[in-house]
């Protein structure tokens, strides 16, 4: 039985939708005298942990920020062996990703990602479609900003082809014009490595998120730091913009809120 994240702190719930931004791959490689292509490669360990380990807590959305749109931006030899890298994992993973039931969602630019990796992740994603335990979404070229501009030129776009007005912009026509409109809101989002920022990932999706900052640079991210972030968010009493008094009422006269 999963239990669903709760408005009231409940100590048993387990997010929904958990988002990961997985930092410190380049120091881990430093500091053991690497190349910085080496901490991504010992990033996918931690990877696989979080897809069995939240796949068995109950999490229904785990989404990983792979690659930034900002990312870009580094020496193209580290920006080649990323996409190496997700190209080989992607093909090594996908078998045991659809015994696992798990179904692969891809979110950010993918046209500027060159034909081998898009043909890697239409396969993955056309082979994995039937799945249900739980949906992986990876992040790949993608920015919370470029997410939020993209809707709202979709949404220009309709009005201009006089499909929409603007007064009927609102919350949820906004949010459905999101690549990440088919997900629910993250619960819970980890960032590893020690900084405390959103770095440009789902920004309208976080906006409720509770969020945790582990100091475990993310190739050292065992089950033992999941495990601290599942106890975090366990205890957090999500408001949603009410009064605590309110949410403890609420939790007393009906129990399960
Ligand atoms: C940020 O650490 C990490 C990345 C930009 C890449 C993350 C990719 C992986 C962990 C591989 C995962 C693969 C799949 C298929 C999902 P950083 O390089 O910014 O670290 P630093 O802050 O120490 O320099």
């Not at 590893?192 to 409720?208: K, P, V």
Request: charged share 25%.
């Amino acid at each position: 039985m999963i239990a669903i994240a709760s408005e009231s702190g409940d100590a048993e719930a387990v997010p929904r939708h958990v988002a990961v931004i997985m930092d410190g791959n380049g120091r881990w490689a430093r500091s053991r005298a690497l190349p910085r292509h080496a901490g991504h490669k010992a990033g996918i360990k931690p990877v696989r942990m979080m897809v069995e380990s939240c796949a068995q807590s109950g999490v229904e959305v785990l989404t990983l920020f792979a690659f930034s749109s900002e990312n870009w931006r580094r020496p193209p030899e580290e920006v080649n062996a990323l996409m190496r890298l997700f190209i080989e994992a992607l093909r090594r993973e996908v078998a045991e990703l659809y015994r696992n039931g798990i179904r692969l969602r891809f979110i950010g630019q993918l046209d500027g990602l060159g034909p081998e990796l898009n043909r890697a992740i239409s396969e993955a994603v056309s082979k994995t479609r039937d799945n249900a335990r739980m949906e992986l979404v990876l992040a790949v070229a993608y920015g919370g900003r470029w997410d939020l501009a993209g809707a709202a030129r979709k949404l220009a776009r309709e009005v201009e082809a006089g499909e929409l007005r603007v007064d009927q912009i609102d919350e949820a026509r906004f949010e459905a014009a999101l690549e990440t409109a088919p997900l629910p809101p993250v619960d819970l989002l980890i960032r590893s490595g020690g900084e405390q920022r959103i770095s440009n990932f789902l920004l309208w999706d976080l906006a409720y998120s509770e969020l945790y900052f582990s100091d475990a640079l993310w190739p050292d991210f065992t089950q033992t730091q999941l495990n601290a972030a599942f106890e975090f968010y366990a205890k957090r009493q999500r408001r949603f913009g009410r009064t605590a008094e309110q949410i403890e009422v609420q939790t007393f006269s009906h129990g399960v809120p």
